[in-house]
Nanobody, 124 residues
Framework: QVQLLESGGGLVQVGGSLRLTCAASGHTSEYTNMGWFRQAPGKEREYVAAVSRWSSGITEYADFVKGRFTISHDNDKNMMFLQMNNLQPEDTAVYYC????????????????WGQGTQVTVSS
């Protein structure tokens, strides 16, 4: 089992920045890739970004965050990060960290482990 714990969410003004952190614990050798998803009220959970733990840390992004968000992973600390810049009101959501034992994917069903989420609110 892998446990995931997100932190770093909060309230920020339009154009501001936040850095989310996801700390993995437990049987951390099991996962091969990690990702961030988000879910706004009344909407389905959507893919934000993913990073390969190996393969030189290959990263992938949803189109709506390219150029604004940066995902990274620290193998030594078993931590994943999401640097979010130029935040907009439509970025308001609960952000979830997820870990996969298969390849990077934008599908929630590909991820075996999930954190509880951290709220990000962007005020205009």
């Amino acid at each position: 089992q892998v446990q995931l714990l997100e932190s770093g969410g909060g309230l920020v003004q339009v154009g501001g920045s936040l850095r989310l952190t996801c700390a993995a614990s437990g049987h951390t050798s099991e996962y091969t890739n990690m990702g961030w998803f988000r879910q706004a009220p009344g909407k389905e959970r959507e893919y934000v970004a993913a990073v390969s733990r190996w393969s030189s840390g290959i990263t992938e992004y949803a189109d709506f965050v390219k150029g604004r968000f940066t995902i990274s992973h620290d193998n030594d600390k078993n931590m994943m990060f999401l640097q979010m810049n130029n935040l907009q009101p439509e970025d308001t959501a609960v952000y979830y960290c997820a870990a996969s034992i298969v390849g990077t994917s934008n599908m929630p069903t590909s991820y075996k482990y999930w954190g509880q989420g951290t709220q990000v609110t962007v005020s205009s």
